[in-house]
């Protein structure tokens, strides 16, 4: 099977910026995605690394180190509407159905 | 597009009820999963399905059947449910490729008395 690892809690001010790490265990990994999720809503697709690196997609940057088996997601300039819960996922097999961890819950206070 | 639209969004069964919950989505893809969220505990996949006429296990199958007729369609029954398959259920959609990323329904929250 695999498994995850990412904090349960992070909190930060407004404008802050805030790292949530991520290690995994598995076997057959192809990459690792993030997801963002408010308040119980759908989880929506923040990212994906499937090589080693940085990925950045605005505010939000994600890095990957395959012979790590870790990963964070970085979030900068932090606003109050990036209060949510993060998963970090990895994709394991060829059929892309992704494996996700118990999920960080950020709160960004003004 | 609606994207992936889930029906019923709440529903309360009594122990041993049987109930379908239904996925749809409008987009094409070949992928569709079914996830239970648990407080705490993230999302497990329960059963997933890369084309029509496919079904897999997932992580937690038990207690389920799925069914995909349809591609657009993907369904999730409960035969005999449990207090223990109280849960928030999502389904999701994604097309072939590793970081293309899941399309999420805004999920059914279910409740066995």
């Known amino acids: 099977g695999q498994s995850l690892e990412q904090p349960s809690e992070v909190t930060a001010v407004e404008g802050a910026i805030v790292q949530i790490n991520c290690t995994y265990q598995t076997s057959g990994f192809y990459g690792l995605s993030w997801y963002q999720q408010h308040d119980g809503g759908a989880p929506t697709f923040l990212s994906y690394n499937g090589l080693d690196g940085l990925e950045e997609t605005g505010r939000f940057s994600s890095f990957l180190s395959r012979s790590d088996s870790y990963g964070y997601l970085l979030l900068q300039e932090l606003q109050m509407k990036d209060s949510a819960s993060y998963f970090c996922?990895?994709?394991?097999?060829?059929?892309?159905?992704?494996?996700f961890g118990a999920g960080t819950t950020v709160t960004v206070r003004a | 597009n609606a994207g992936v639209t889930q029906t019923p969004k709440f529903r309360v069964l009594k122990t041993g009820q049987s109930m379908t919950l239904l996925c749809a989505q409008d987009?094409?893809?070949?992928?569709m999963y079914w996830y239970r969220q648990d407080p705490g505990m993230g999302l497990r996949l329960i059963h997933y399905s890369v084309g029509e006429g496919t079904t897999a296990k997932g992580e937690v199958p038990d207690g389920y059947n799925v069914s995909r007729l349809k591609k657009q369609n993907f369904l999730l029954g409960l035969e005999s449910a449990a207090p223990s398959q109280t849960s928030v259920y999502f389904c999701a959609s994604s097309p072939i490729g590793q970081g293309a990323g899941y399309t999420f329904g805004s999920g059914t929250r279910l409740t066995v008395v």
């Open positions: 996922a990895v994709s394991v097999g060829g059929d892309y159905k992704l494996s």
């Open positions: 987009m094409n893809h070949e992928y």
